[in-house]
């Protein structure tokens, strides 16, 4: 049975003897109300951004802090940037969605030349794993056993 559901819920209310299921029903109120307002909420944050190169500032810009205030934003801003100046500080908004807080500011790294054929090779042994698997399986529907198969791969 989903108890994720208010009328699963009451569902097991209705089942329990008859003192428990006030407390049984009151969860499931609360439960559909908790349902009805898990839409998208969202809130201000202030985001703290410094950089990859703290020498020269040559890198990428990111956010390193998100504060609920304001000032503890510009408490860590203090010398946290290039050359250790202050880091800029910004008004974001953070959304809650299915029961968790998403923020902007991802530090997503590109991906270097050695990177990007690397996930080839990868992608390539993936399809090969993938490839061996629906012959062997085939191989077994066509009545082979395991140790006609061990005969094969060696």
């Not at 029961?99 to 996930?119: L, V």
């Amino acid at each position: 049975m989903d108890f994720t559901t208010p009328e699963a819920v009451k569902q097991v209310a209705d089942a329990l003897p008859l003192a428990s299921r006030a407390a049984v029903t009151e969860m499931a109120r609360q439960f559909e109300e908790k349902l009805k307002g898990s839409g998208v909420q969202e809130k201000r944050v202030y985001a703290v951004w410094t950089n990859t190169d703290l020498t020269e500032g040559r890198g990428r810009e990111y956010i390193q802090y998100h504060c609920e205030k304001e000032a503890t934003a510009n408490r860590l801003a203090k010398k946290n940037y290039v050359m250790g100046s202050d880091g800029r500080v910004t008004a974001e908004k953070m959304f809650y969605v299915n029961g968790r807080w998403f923020a902007p500011g991802a530090n997503i790294i590109p991906p270097t030349d050695a990177d990007n054929a690397e996930e080839h090779r990868l992608e390539a042994e993936r399809k090969a794993k993938e490839e061996k698997a629906r012959v062997l399986a085939k191989l077994k529907d066509l009545g082979i056993t395991e140790a006609e198969l061990k005969v094969l791969e060696s």
